[in-house]
């Protein structure tokens, strides 16, 4: 009976632990407010045409970060606006809906939060700063975050590329007319 106990026991304890473990890779570093979509927000272009409509209005929006600029008591992150994925990670792949700024309450290293970095953020639309981009005035709806995710950097996958990279060969290489490599002279054609 106490072997019988033991063994219980021991199993229990290596099952808890896979469990456990289970429960832990699953569990994601996307914080909640970011994952869970908001229940009705203003698009970006609603926000950019009529801001005293949707001001202080509760927004997730994300994209990749074009500049980071550290002010004296805040940092201003603007963003080239992409839509989101369920989770709120922002698609590359899909066209842009335009431009934001992200403005946080704390310094951003901006080291780190560099261009091309994808961000989500949520918080209170504030109105808009008109910016010139090449002489054109663009509005931005500026955004007081209250939370955010960086999210990581994409790997390049190498298997991805196409032609496969091959040491060996080389556009002019003909290993039969070694030591004479392409171009040799070729007959002009008239």
């Not at 994808?118 to 054109?136: E, S």
Request: proline share 12%; glycine share 4%; aromatic share 16%.
């Amino acid at each position: 009976m106490v072997t019988i106990d033991k063994h219980f026991d021991l199993l229990f304890k290596f099952v808890t632990f896979g469990v456990l473990l289970v429960l832990n890779a699953c569990a994601s570093p996307v914080p909640e407010l970011i994952k869970v979509p908001l229940a009705s927000m203003p698009e970006l272009k609603q926000a950019q045409e009529s801001p005293q409509q949707y001001a202080a209005q509760k927004v997730r929006w994300g994209g990749v970060i074009l500049k980071t600029e550290n002010q004296p008591k805040s940092t201003r992150i603007t963003l080239l606006a992409l839509p989101l994925y369920e989770d709120g990670e922002p698609k590359t792949a899909a066209a842009s809906e335009g431009r934001f700024v992200a403005v946080f309450s704390s310094f951003i290293e901006p080291h780190v939060y560099v261009k091309e970095r994808r961000i989500t953020v949520i918080g209170q639309l504030q109105g808009n700063d008109v910016i010139q981009i090449g002489g054109y005035p663009y509005p931005h709806p500026v955004v007081q975050v209250e939370a955010h995710y960086l999210w990581p950097i994409e790997a390049i996958d190498s298997t991805n590329y196409w032609p496969p990279y091959d040491p060996w060969y080389h556009p002019w290489y003909d290993p039969f007319y070694y030591p004479y490599y392409y171009p040799y002279p070729f007959p002009h054609r008239h």
